[in-house]
């Protein structure tokens, strides 16, 4: 069976380009903090989702809704709700991290696929199979920690479908327990949607030096003339002991399209791309070319080569964990 | 309200790690949760302790619980989470992996590096069995508040993260032995000389996180002193504080001494830090707004 690419839209309009270029399947959000991409301007109000489900269907595409967030105490029917929204809209599925919120997913909507979104950091066999026996969760997108060999473990010891991400930013640290962002900001990604918020970034010039800052703290340094790479906490440059550099991550994003052969071996169902914040013509590119990929390896035809190299705006890529030697 | 040691969140030697519990037999402490919670490797070398240290905390009447790492991802791990409760003592789960192995109905304990965010997961963890939870530290005192009142409500003790570097973020890859130029299986234990990590600083000089193998830490040690009477009025039931290398009995002290009124908040803080010069406070997760934020007085920065 062709391996399902599952894009990002974080808009009507995106949803719309990705659906044209050939995305099998379109994850998005609504408008509020129930979504890890929480960012001003994006995402979907409940009419837009509706529409956009109605336009996706049409054209044979699927619609996955993230609400993947970790609800907040005394609040939490603002996710309830969301989760009864998504399956009155005809969503296909939603994509959950909270165990509160799949047990009320599971209980209240039974009718309704539930993912387990990247959030819920599964990262072996028995926690999988422990979702899926407890919350009727029917695929789990992996973190971004594992190899290709250990996500063929896991597959096969699980009937649970896998979804792995192939292309975008990259997460080094264990997603969903990761309070890095909200040390330095107040925001995180677990209670706010949101990691090394735009709010909180500084550029500083100082004759000819550019400091980037993020919550008052200098996270990259460099000179004028250079490009100054967004000041997310994990890839910055930091000094312990005699060491100076990127001690976490070098400043990359994922690609692992030329993986796609061995992920597919390795029993993974669907890829997915990184990226609700990006625009329409960058989703119907990459969509386009990861679309080509998997039918290419369909028809047993060889792989297109280093299609995306110039899609990842000047940065590093990066194959990530799925190459042992990331660890 | 009672004290709870949390495990120890370091690569510490055998010998470091055995006197530390001896020592903390006789500290004015409730509970004591030990064992690995980091990292898998580290467990060898002082695992054939562990029942002796039990043993000594027991008989001191402390309760003694044991930690589940943090991140399970190899079979090895799975089968160290799996035989955590042939050791007849509470478990305490810090990756939910691990509650997939407790027999049905045992009565175990969450750690604070469970995602325990709202009344529905809380009450989710009691119909499996919780007795206990310690709150991630990332939680404001609003959120505190309100699981305090589920959890009396459904029988669950709430506990909170008082003292020490606050866990941040955990990964499949172990920046100790990047740093060195390692892979993560050729480690050669690089961690081992940081008894309390290693300081990560900005290019600005600024102290900022801590490097623990696969763990990210905060600079500043939490330090929930000021919000003690908060705490005790949300009906939290317990305090922890996380070990660190020096003048932890002492630290113990200063807390108890907190707690049964015998010393203020402001002389407690400044107790802790005449101890080290170089520890830098924070409580700005519970009342501030950045979790680095302090709302006391500071000796140093």
Not at chain 2, 62 to 67: A, C, G
């Amino acid at each position: 069976m062709v391996m399902e690419i599952v894009c990002p839209a974080g808009t009507p309009a995106a949803l719309r380009a990705a659906v044209k270029a050939g995305a099998h399947t379109v994850y998005c959000g609504f408008a509020d903090e129930t979504n890890a991409r929480n960012f001003p301007g994006l995402n979907f109000d409940r009419a837009e989702m509706r529409e956009g489900i109605a336009f996706a269907h049409a054209q044979g595409s699927k619609v996955l809704i993230a609400i993947n967030t970790f609800p907040r105490a005394g609040d939490e029917a603002i996710w309830h709700r969301a989760v009864s929204d998504a399956a009155s809209s005809g969503a296909d599925a939603v994509i959950l991290a909270d165990p509160g919120l799949l047990d009320y997913a599971a209980r209240n909507h039974p009718e309704l696929r539930r993912h387990l979104s990247v959030q819920a950091a599964a990262a072996n066999a028995d926690m999988i199979n422990f979702y899926a026996e407890t919350f009727g969760v029917k695929r789990v997108v992996l973190p971004r920690v594992l190899s290709v060999p250990e996500i063929a473990a896991i597959n096969a010891e699980t009937e649970v479908e896998t979804e792995v991400f192939v292309f975008g930013g990259l997460c080094v640290m264990a997603e969903g327990r990761c309070s890095l962002s909200s040390y330095a900001t107040g925001r995180s990604p677990n209670m706010n949607g949101v990691c090394s918020p735009a709010s909180h970034v500084e550029y500083h010039d100082d004759d000819g030096v550019l400091d980037a800052r993020l919550g008052g703290y200098t996270i990259h340094r460099v000179g004028k003339e250079d490009a100054a790479p967004y000041p997310t906490l994990c890839k910055g440059c930091f000094s312990a002991g005699d060491a100076t550099g990127h001690l976490f991550e070098d400043p990359v994003s994922l690609n692992a399209e030329q993986l796609i052969p061995q992920l597919q071996k390795a029993g993974v169902t669907a890829l997915k791309i990184e990226g609700r914040q990006r625009s329409r013509s960058y989703v119907a590119q990459v969509v386009r070319n990861f679309r080509a990929a998997v039918d290419a390896l369909e028809a047993g035809q060889p792989m297109p080569e280093g299609m995306l190299a110039r899609l990842s705006e000047g940065q590093a890529m990066t194959t990530g964990a799925y190459k042992k030697t990331w660890r | 309200m009672e004290l709870t040691v949390g495990p120890n969140q370091f690569f510490w030697s055998a010998e470091r790690w055995a006197s530390f519990y001896d020592a903390l037999a006789s500290a004015p402490v409730d509970r004591v949760v030990l064992g690995e919670l980091v990292c898998s490797k580290r467990l060898p070398f002082y695992q054939a302790r562990i029942p002796d240290a039990v043993a000594t905390l027991l008989e001191a009447g402390k309760q003694v619980s044991l930690t589940s790492l943090a991140l399970v991802t190899l079979k090895r791990e799975r089968k160290q989470a799996a035989e955590l409760s042939d050791m007849g003592v509470e478990v305490e789960i810090n990756d939910l992996t691990a509650l997939t192995y407790l027999p049905e109905n045992a009565p175990f304990s969450v750690g604070p590096l469970v995602n325990v965010y709202n009344e529905g997961t809380l009450s989710w963890l009691a119909s499996r069995g919780a007795k206990r939870v310690c709150l991630p530290p990332e939680l404001p005192l609003g959120s505190v508040s309100v699981l305090a009142k589920a959890g009396a409500d459904l029988g669950v003790a709430i506990e909170v993260w008082g003292h020490g570097r606050v866990p941040l973020a955990i990964s499949g890859r172990c920046y100790h032995a990047r740093m060195h130029g390692r892979a993560k299986d050729n480690c050669q234990f690089a961690c081992e000389d940081d008894a309390d990590g290693l300081d990560v600083r900005t290019l600005e000089d600024q102290p900022f996180l801590t490097m623990n193998g696969v763990q990210t830490l905060s600079d500043t040690y939490a330090c929930a002193v000021h919000q003690i009477d908060s705490l005790k009025e949300a009906g939290v039931t317990a305090l922890r504080l996380s070990p660190q290398s020096n003048g932890f009995v002492e630290i113990c002290q200063m807390y108890r001494d907190l707690l049964e009124g015998e010393k203020t908040a402001d002389v407690i803080a400044r107790d802790i830090q005449e101890m080290d010069e170089n520890i830098r406070l924070s409580d700005g997760f519970l009342t501030g707004d950045r979790g680095v934020d302090w709302s006391g007085h500071s000796l140093v920065r």
